[in-house]
């Protein structure tokens, strides 16, 4: 859906954006700080990036100087530069010297996952915790509408059923919110917005789970030249055709603004080279596995997190790993020193190196990269949505279907809307069983986010110590503060490490609380009410 904007509007908006009406757009002559807050506020609006520019940040800024900017004055020596150093000769390093801020607006839950794969760009997505979804865009709910299912005869169940679900949303928000408000009362020294707060994001926590993957989203992205050419590379070779047009949608606005860095893109003997080659793999892996695995296969039975390989020796050489930038000796002189060494001596040594971590964010150093794990998690699709943000890690995840069933929140239950919520699921999984023979790439777009989908972490400790600090923190989402505790259990208990595991200080293994969001509304209002 294209904005509008009046005469006065346009005139400021053409300053700062590479384009006025369509979804992909660049940020151009703005302060980086103001680029960091605009994204910031992003996650957590409804708004489009245009819009809340205009509504929240304009006013705030002197613009009186900037009516005459072009950003193309002085760029064509620039260009001439990088196409020799970079173009002609090849050196990548260049293209990481260069970064763009760029917002993607209304992308599916699928294309989202594609866009934030790369590890070495930053990304803040739309947050279902502070978005009703029963708001629509341009008339319609805002869920994405694939050409080629629209066109062929399944055109109209695809919408019909879609706006059904999220009929279902928005009938059972009211429900679960005055369910919420009549079972957990208001604190005294809360304040009625901090409460109110609180209550919509426990119920939009618990009713995510009924959109379809095909729910549109708001994704802010930096990256470099670099980053943004690997990314346009894989998305020209996905096998999702919404991945492909948007791959072009980026690239023709990315090349407002760093086009030198992304001239290879669609050459033939480079980037288009490069896409047939992962698309070449990709098809000739779908079918081996195919060849290899017939469908039929009676599915095994497994855990929500099992831990599928570690290194039985990973603390040894972790302590051994902690010594070896204080000593001027072979780490094989090293190590074998430390398996002579007493449990105790070892214990030393890791205490010594994690030192006085009073914070969560205090991270000891890189030695803890040198254990690893892998894990096999079968979790709903939104608490995926999550975890698979953590980019300094290794993750893969299968396709999206309904083939492992769905989790269906406590609080939805006892509001009493199971019934609608089964009906739901019922009939998202439906809708993909009849998309999935003609169109298998769009048949996720119509599983909600409460189907479960399987996907690998695999993580150094250091890693591990991050995610699973963060995602057990009492304000986080059931779903995921799950695999967060039980990656937690299995270090400790299944691999042993149990010195490692005691180095997560900061994991929490309490129950769920009340409201998951009380605590951090009560330090947001304390902070607004200081300034």
Known sequence: MAEEFSAEEADVLRRYFTNLYGPVFALVNLPEVVKGALFARYSRSPKSLRRLFLDEFVGELDISGDVSIDATI?????????????????????????????????????????????????????????????????????????????????????????????????????????????????????????????????????????????????????????????????????????????????????????????KRVDLDDRGLAWSRYLDTNRQSMDEIAERLFPAGITTDPAPVVALVDFDPDAEVKLVASALYSHLSLPEAQIEARVRLMSTEERLAVLTAYEGDRSNRRHKPGRALERPGYRFDVLADYGAFRDLQRHRMLTIEWQKLTPAHGYTRPQAVEEAGAAPAFDEAMARSASLHDALAERFPAEASYAVALAYKVRFSMQMNAREAMHVIELRTTPQGHPAYRIVGQEMHRLIAEQAGHHAIAEMMRFVDHSAEPELERLQAERRAESRRQET
């Open 74 to 262: 002085g760029l064509r020596r620039a260009e001439e530069l990088y196409d020799r150093v970079f173009f002609e000769y090849g050196d990548d390093s260049v293209a990481q010297l260069g970064g763009v801020h760029l917002a993607c607006e209304q992308a599916s839950n699928l294309l989202t996952k594609v866009l934030e794969w790369g590890r070495l760009m930053a990304y803040l997505e739309q947050s279902t915790r502070y978005i009703a979804y029963d708001e629509r865009l341009g008339g319609r709910y805002r869920f994405f509408r694939p050409p080629e299912v629209l066109q062929s005869s399944l055109g109209t169940r695809y919408v019909g059923d879609m706006d059904r679900m999220f009929d279902t949303y928005a009938e059972l928000l009211p429900v679960v919110v005055e369910h919420l408000r009549s079972t957990i009362p208001k604190e005294k020294a809360d304040s009625d917005f901090v409460y109110r707060q609180a209550i919509r994001a426990k119920a939009f926590d618990a009713l995510r789970g009924l959109l379809p993957a095909s729910s549109l989203s708001n994704v802010g992205i930096y990256g470099t030249g670099q980053g943004y050419e690997q990314l346009l590379l894989r998305m020209r070779a996905h096998p999702l055709p919404e991945a492909r047009t948007y791959a072009d949608l980026m690239l023709t606005e990315l090349r407002k603004v760093v086009p030198s860095f992304l």
